[in-house]
């Protein structure tokens, strides 16, 4: 049995979230948990798809290689199946809350609010901008997985 199962969502699943799970992953590796993680989108836009060229050559630059993820969209079995989701924004937060089953037992909550002093935040959407935001997306769900570490340890 894993330590828990842990799925990331944000709109399109190739920036965000996939940042965040490879940052997990690593963290977790580090920590000697094993934790199923995912990511995942409120949209289907991208399914199927590798994750944003600028999202790669971020998470490389930071020895985390997320080039062979793809994109899938969020459902409902997703309740079932993790113990913990994340969305990246309120936006993805509402989207979430409307697919989700009316019983179930997941943890659903922002990302940042696993993070002392930014919760009720959102991850911002790098997507429009230039590649500087990938670094400061890179670095916020980096503290969120680590946060996530200890909290799973304890
Ligand atoms: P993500 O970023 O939600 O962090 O994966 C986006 C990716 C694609 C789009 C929007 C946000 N899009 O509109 O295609």
């Not at 995942?40 to 985390?64: K, N, Q």
């Not at 922002?110 to 959407?125: H, I, N, S, T």
Request: proline letters at 4%.
């Amino acid at each position: 049995m894993p330590d828990g199962a842990v799925l990331f969502v944000c709109l399109g699943n190739i920036c965000r979230s996939p940042m965040a799970e490879g940052a997990l992953r690593a963290e977790a590796a580090r920590a000697g948990l094993d934790l199923r993680i995912d990511s995942a989108g409120t949209a289907d836009y991208h399914v199927g798809e590798a994750p944003d060229a600028r999202a790669v050559r971020t998470a490389r630059r930071h020895g985390v290689d997320i080039s062979g993820l793809r994109g899938r969209q969020a459902r409902a079995q997703d309740f079932h199946d993790f113990t913990h989701i994340f969305a990246l924004d309120h936006s993805n937060l509402k989207g979430l809350q409307r697919i989700a089953p009316a019983a179930h037992g997941a943890h659903l909550g922002l990302l940042l609010d696993l993070v002392p002093g930014r919760e009720g935040q959102a991850v911002a959407d790098p997507w429009y901008g230039e590649e500087a935001g990938f670094e400061q997306t890179w670095a916020e769900v980096t503290a969120a997985a680590r946060a996530l570490v200890h909290q799973l340890q304890r």
